[in-house]
């Protein structure tokens, strides 16, 4: 089976190197074009700077797009699904947006469309949600989507470093970007959360706007070490719930006590997990990121391809209405502005530094954030755990405003 890749990234050059190893399983596989931008080397004889080569050739079966981004991505996954190639991604921002459009795409022209390594990286996490929905129906998904913000909160909490020293060091080892964003401000973890919940719920998520997404970039060693000395880890998770025909979604900073699976999830690492009907509460944990753990599940998927394995099947045509208040939680704000009275219809309180509010829609609680933000850039939120400890005495309404 002849590969073409697009792209000479980190993942691909694990892909490359294991295709290049052929193994039992992998030796049938090879290589037969990378795409590179023009103004490029070329390094390898396979590399080449002309798409249409790539995709009119009809000895190439499979073509996996490590681009990034959206365009060219978009354009050129399409364009070769109606030449009649299969696909493989681990390209989770072109996913999110164009996810029910490429599985069409692939169903009218008889190829396959897999993406494994979009979600995860080398943990099993789509196919293993795959495996529950074929059983179960999954009414919730919740987890540390992100290596790159898990371990920043992972090293503040172990060497009371501060957020800029632990980015930096990120930086450096690779684990982020020069420009962080995706990562810190929680965008990575809501395509991550939107590729899930698209097929967890078999919806296609149309108005992305309307997701509540905070990140980690405001956060404090003084933040950390609070949490800590009141026995929390604080991680950066996306959560989405199902209940009927509504369904809700998040990404935010959320506090685990310390005994819990999450706030024990190290360095780079991810934990995901799904709740189902019989199955109950699956945790998927592994590496979330690196050359090898995503190379390895992209080569998964050419396996999967190369052995005309099916993967679930959905159209996510399912009509669902996305409800801001369908969940509800604590939280602890922490604002130089003056701020209680924003909060006066949930029994705002204070414990030190932040204003505890109690009992808030999830939505509710991320506009009146975007409010905050707009007069204190630094303004910092985190949701509670229930029964938290830290959500102390609440005070009535009246006493809150006076």
């Known amino acids: 089976m002849k590969i073409a890749i697009l792209g000479f990234g980190t993942v691909v050059k694990g892909v490359y190197e294991i295709v290049k190893k052929a193994n039992v399983q992998t030796q049938n596989l090879s290589v037969s074009h990378i795409f590179i931008r023009k103004n490029k080397k070329r390094i390898l004889p396979e590399m080449t700077d002309d798409i249409d080569e790539i995709l009119e050739d009809k000895q190439t079966d499979v073509v996996v797009e490590a681009l990034g981004g959206i365009e060219p991505a978009h354009e050129f996954i399409l364009k070769a699904l109606k030449q009649g190639k299969h696909v493989i991604t681990a390209n989770k921002a072109v996913i999110a947006l164009y996810l029910k459009e490429f599985t069409d795409a692939a169903r009218e022209n008889n190829v396959k469309f897999y993406f494994e390594a979009s979600v995860g990286g080398g943990i099993p996490w789509i196919q293993g949600l795959e495996k529950a929905l074929r059983i179960d129906s999954v009414n919730s998904i919740s987890g540390i989507f992100n290596g790159t913000s898990n371990f920043i909160l992972d090293q503040m909490s172990k060497n009371g470093e501060s957020f800029e020293e632990v980015l930096q060091k990120a930086q450096e080892l690779g684990y982020a970007e020069a420009d962080p964003s995706a990562d810190i401000d929680g965008i990575d973890v809501a395509n991550k959360l939107c590729i899930s919940a698209d097929i967890a719920y078999n919806i296609n998520i149309q108005d992305r706007k309307n997701l509540p997404v905070f990140g980690i970039r405001n956060i404090t060693a003084k933040d950390v070490d609070f949490f800590d000395k009141n026995g929390y880890s604080v991680k950066l998770i996306g959560r989405t719930h199902q209940k009927g025909n509504q369904f809700d979604y998040v990404v935010e900073p959320t506090l685990f006590v310390k005994h819990t699976l999450e706030a ?26 690196g050359m090898f753990p995503t190379a390895n599940a992209v080569v998964q998927d050419l396996l999967d391809i190369k052995e005309e394995k099916d993967h679930l099947k959905r159209n996510f045509e399912s009509k669902m209405e996305y409800n801001p208040e369908l969940t509800s939680a604590d939280y602890l704000v922490r604002s130089a502005a003056n701020i209680a009275s924003l909060f006066k219809d949930y029994a705002p309180t204070q414990k030190d530094n ?49």
Do not use: C
């Not at 690492?269 to 979330?288: A, E, R, V």
């Not at 830290?390 to 809150?400: C, G, V």
């Open 354 to 402: 932040y204003i505890v509010v109690h009992n808030i829609p999830v939505g509710k609680m991320h506009e009146i954030m975007d409010l905050i933000l707009k007069v204190d850039e630094s303004a910092f939120m985190v949701s509670l755990p229930s029964n938290s400890k830290l959500a102390h005495k609440k005070i009535s309404k009246q006493e809150a405003v006076a």
């Open 264 to 289: 024990n999830t190290p360095d780079n690492y991810n934990l995901i997990s799904l709740n189902g009907d019989t199955i109950g509460k699956l945790d998927f944990f592994g590496q979330g990121a």
